[in-house]
């Protein structure tokens, strides 16, 4: 079994920050890229940002320059430092793990998500 939790979201006015913690615990051999997604009211979900088990990142052309995306292997946690937040990075906020469980299975699993909303 393996568990993904995420917290940190909240209620932030533009311009501020919020700092996003996902963890993942359970029987795990291996943890391998990690990223956040989003959905937003009526949208799909869209990626926000990854990171490998090497540390190489990616993001989103919308968050670039504002969010940072890091994580600490000996945690297994990744988080999600944002920045200049806008009503527009109002969702809900999923953290997603690509696992090789302890057992050997390898599949990518999700948490329920956290909801960021930005408004005045």
């Known amino acids: 079994q393996v568990q993904i939790v995420e917290s940190g979201g909240g209620l932030v006015q533009p311009g501020g920050s919020l700092r996003l913690s996902c963890a993942a615990s359970?029987?795990?051999?291996?943890?391998?890229?990690m990223g956040w997604y989003r959905q937003a009211p009526g949208r799909q979900r869209e990626l926000v940002a990854t990171?490998?088990?090497?540390?190489?990142?990616n993001y989103a052309d919308s968050v670039k320059g504002r969010f940072t995306i890091s994580r600490d292997n000996a945690k297994n946690t990744v988080y999600l430092q944002m920045n200049s937040l806008k009503p527009e990075d109002t969702a809900v906020y999923h953290c997603?793990?690509?696992?090789?469980?302890?057992?050997?299975?390898?599949?990518?699993?999700w948490g329920q998500g956290t909801q960021v909303t930005v408004s005045s």
């Open positions: 990171v490998t088990g090497g540390g190489s990142t």
């Open positions: 359970g029987s795990i051999g291996s943890i391998y890229t």
């Open positions: 997603s793990a690509d696992i090789r469980t302890s057992t050997g299975s390898r599949d990518r699993y």
